[in-house]
């Protein structure tokens, strides 16, 4: 043999060989996937729920009946979660909040006050791990957030809302929260139905039979490839193609929710709308609307076109939408059995006008614009998210004897205000107590909602900056003027008395020591409405924030104002000629 045919040999079986572990390589790679392919049907089927639940994008909430329960679940390794908590405050002295885990020892989770956080009973479980608003008091948010999520932090928290009212103390239980933080979440491999199958098989069954060279093994394994994404996209193509988004302005007439369809539906088909908490938003069957099975908060505000079937339009009509409307909205149609025969998801956000002014403004403006034709005998309604009354007309005038008594005085609306449709409202004197949602709504004179319209207030905090060795500082608040004669007015910081006004004369013997003889507030206080604190020979330890509150005989709280005062120190060779005259507030924010 020479030497040339020895070479040419000796190639064959080394490319043989290489062909060889290819192919045994690739059949090898194939029955892997054969086997992961050949699952059990529950398996996969326990698979296709997980993956429904976890792409429907429907919003889903864990809510108990009663307002003061709820569930969270979230799992660990989650970067954090908000424990919710709602509660105002404004009708307590020295209020604090605390969450609790009583389960624990020590069971408290996070305290927080007025001046801020106190953390020197918080169980070191969570030390470092927990937080709230710093004007979590001020806006009633004392929603808990809770970071680096651990399975030893499942279990019930409790939220507390502790302080005075009337000179004694009081403590409420506000909420309930079960929290349960589960293990990792299973990565899912996509579900393969029977035609799948067939083409891996038919594949598997060639690569059997045949040799393939390199190039043609590399183009099968796209092929499969291929197949498997587009029968994902076919799979799932129901939740990519579905969902439509609409945005409307909070106080508009009406939102349509778009659902239509060019497959053809029997005429005994049953159309039912619900929102992300499974409650009926809007039924239709046997070929008219079935308003009994309505939510109550949806009732008398929905509507869907006649002889809705025909065309195929089965969208919605949702008069006077709000924030509360802001949710995920599912149409299905069933046939007569009960089978879904098709469904489709719409997101509906509603904007919320935002207003925003500095602390020390003499007034604001709430916007509230309709060009909807209203009755002579309507009436208007501004309250707060505490559903507390800020201005009331009805009958062809205001109603002052209806407004909750924190807003008494505060508040103007135009005359002949249903004639331009102008129902915005003057809110004189605001404060970043004042910072909050506010909602305008109209009734007919049967108390019918003909439409609503939220506004969102932010109000700046006020604060004033002072360098130490100034003759003095003056912390301002300005408010409606005549506030009654037995009214109490109270400075405070770190639940320290600054200055207190009672009985119609300061109480010196009731400051702290800290400020004896450095403060002083302005004569006829009360009537003018001019509640500003002058702070003397201010030294950096005042610096702080300084709360005032003013209460009447009966304790109730009619005004307060939060002031954040900086006093810089190290201040040297100042001036002999300072101007002896209070330096007033900066409000920058």
């Known amino acids: 043999m020479s030497k040339v045919q020895i070479l040419r040999s000796l190639v064959k079986q080394r490319l043989t060989a290489a062909a060889e572990e290819i192919c045994a390589l690739f059949e090898r790679t194939i029955a ?26 429907q919003l889903r909430l864990h809510r108990a009946v009663s307002q003061h329960a709820s569930a969270v679940e979230v799992y660990e390794g ?34 927080h006050q007025q001046e801020g956080d106190e953390l020197k009973d918080q169980n070191q479980l969570y030390s470092s791990r927990t937080s709230m608003k710093t004007d979590a008091l001020e806006t009633g948010d004392l929603s808990l957030n809770l970071t680096k999520l651990h399975l030893s932090d499942s279990g019930s928290y409790t939220c507390t809302v502790r302080g005075f009212s009337r000179g004694r103390q009081r403590e409420l239980r506000v909420t309930d929260v079960h929290l349960q933080v589960k293990g990792q979440q299973l990565t899912l491999k996509p579900p393969v139905d029977t035609d799948q199958r067939s083409e891996v098989m ?14 043609a093994k590399a183009l099968l394994v796209l092929l499969v490839l291929g197949l498997l994404v587009g029968a994902l996209l076919v799979y799932f193509r129901q939740y990519f193609m579905s969902v439509h988004q609409v945005e409307v ?11 239509k369809t060019t497959v053809h539906l029997p005429k005994d088909a049953n159309v039912e709308w619900r929102d992300g908490e499974d409650r009926k938003v809007h039924v239709y069957q046997n070929g008219s609307d079935q308003p009994e099975e309505q939510y109550s908060e949806y009732r008398g505000r929905t509507e869907m076109k006649r002889k809705l079937l025909e065309p195929g339009d089965l969208s919605l009509t949702l008069k006077y939408p709000t924030e509360r409307d802001r949710d995920t909205y599912i149409c299905t149609v069933y046939n007569r059995e009960g089978r879904s025969l098709m469904k489709k998801q719409v997101v509906l956000q509603v904007k919320v006008h935002q207003v925003e002014v500095d602390s ?19 009436k208007v309604e501004w309250r707060d998210r505490y559903y507390r009354k800020l201005h009331v ?47 305008c709504t109209v009734y007919n004179r049967e108390g019918r909602n003909l439409m609503e ?20 500082v003056q912390l301002p608040f300005r408010t409606s003027p005549d506030l009654p004669e037995d009214a109490k ?43 500003s604190l002058t702070l003397k020979h201010p030294k950096e330890t005042d610096t702080g924030k300084y709360w005032c509150r003013i209460n009447n005989k009966d304790g109730d709280r009619l005004r307060g104002k939060t002031v954040e005062l900086k006093v810089k120190g190290n201040i040297r060779n100042r001036s002999s000629s300072t101007d002896p005259t209070p330096l007033m507030a900066d409000q920058s924010v």
């Open 32 to 57: 892997e996937y054969e086997e992961e392919l050949c699952r059990s049907t529950e398996q996969n089927q326990r698979h296709r729920n997980l993956l429904d639940s976890a792409l429907t994008p």
């Open 78 to 111: 989650d970067p954090f979660v908000l424990l919710p908590c709602e509660s105002q405050t404004f009708e307590l002295d020295e209020p604090s909040v605390v969450w609790s885990r009583y389960d624990l020892n020590p069971s408290t989770v996070h305290q």
């Open 202 to 215: 038919f594949f598997m069954f060639l690569v059997h039979t045949e040799r393939f060279p390199s190039w």
């Open 249 to 259: 302005d909070s106080g508009a007439e009406s939102v349509q929710l778009p659902c």
């Open 360 to 378: 020390g403004a003499e007034s604001v403006q709430l916007p509230c614009k309709t060009t909807v034709h209203l009755p002579k005998d309507a």
């Open 393 to 439: 007309y009805q009958n062809g005038s205001d109603q002052p004897e209806e407004q909750h008594r924190y807003y008494r005085g505060r508040t103007e609306m135009k005359r002949n205000l249903l004639e331009p449709g102008d129902l915005s409202l003057t809110l004189k004197y605001p404060t970043n107590w004042d910072s909050k949602t506010f909602i």
């Open 453 to 472: 319209k939220q506004v969102e207030l932010w109000v700046k905090d006020c604060q004033v900056e002072v360098e130490e060795g100034a003759e003095s």
């Open 489 to 531: 007015v109270k400075w405070v910081c770190s639940d320290r008395t600054v200055h207190l006004y009672e009985n119609r004369s300061d109480q010196p013997d009731k400051q702290h020591q800290d400020y004896k003889d450095r403060t002083e507030m302005k004569k006829d206080l009360l009537k003018t409405g001019d509640l």
